[in-house]
């Protein structure tokens, strides 16, 4: 995802469901992108085996997250209508 997506998709929350679960969920996905880019040099020193497999996971949780939420979305079971306001779908 890019930059201008996560804002689009966080700036649709706020306007919307400000204090829902999927705002809380977005927020939750934010941080571990934040905590994988940020925390990798403070992970290769502190934690060098877990820090190398976990932060690359965290950086990549909120693409994660929409990519679940796309496929849940189309096969029906659960609606996103932030999905078109990054225009992900």
Same mark, same amino acid.
């Given at each position: 995802?890019? *930059?201008?997506?996560?804002?689009?998709?966080?700036?649709?929350?706020?306007? !919307?469901?400000?204090? %829902?679960?999927?705002?809380?969920?977005?927020?939750?996905?934010?941080?571990?992108?934040?905590?994988?880019?940020?925390?990798?040099? +403070?992970? *290769?020193?502190? +934690?060098?085996?877990? %820090?190398?497999?976990?932060?690359?996971?965290?950086?990549? +949780?909120?693409? *994660?997250?929409?990519?679940?939420?796309?496929?849940? !979305?189309?096969? %029906?079971? *659960?609606?996103?209508?932030?999905?078109?306001? +990054?225009?992900?779908?």
């Amino acid at each position: 995802m890019t *930059l201008q997506q996560l804002s689009t998709v966080k700036r649709w929350h706020q306007t !919307h469901h400000k204090r %829902g679960l999927e705002y809380q969920l977005w927020d939750a996905m934010l941080t571990c992108w934040i905590l994988g880019w940020m925390g990798l040099p +403070a992970a *290769l020193l502190l +934690a060098p085996e877990i %820090g190398v497999l976990l932060c690359p996971v965290l950086y990549f +949780a909120p693409s *994660l997250y929409v990519r679940l939420r796309l496929r849940l !979305h189309r096969r %029906g079971v *659960l609606r996103c209508d932030w999905l078109d306001s +990054a225009r992900m779908v």
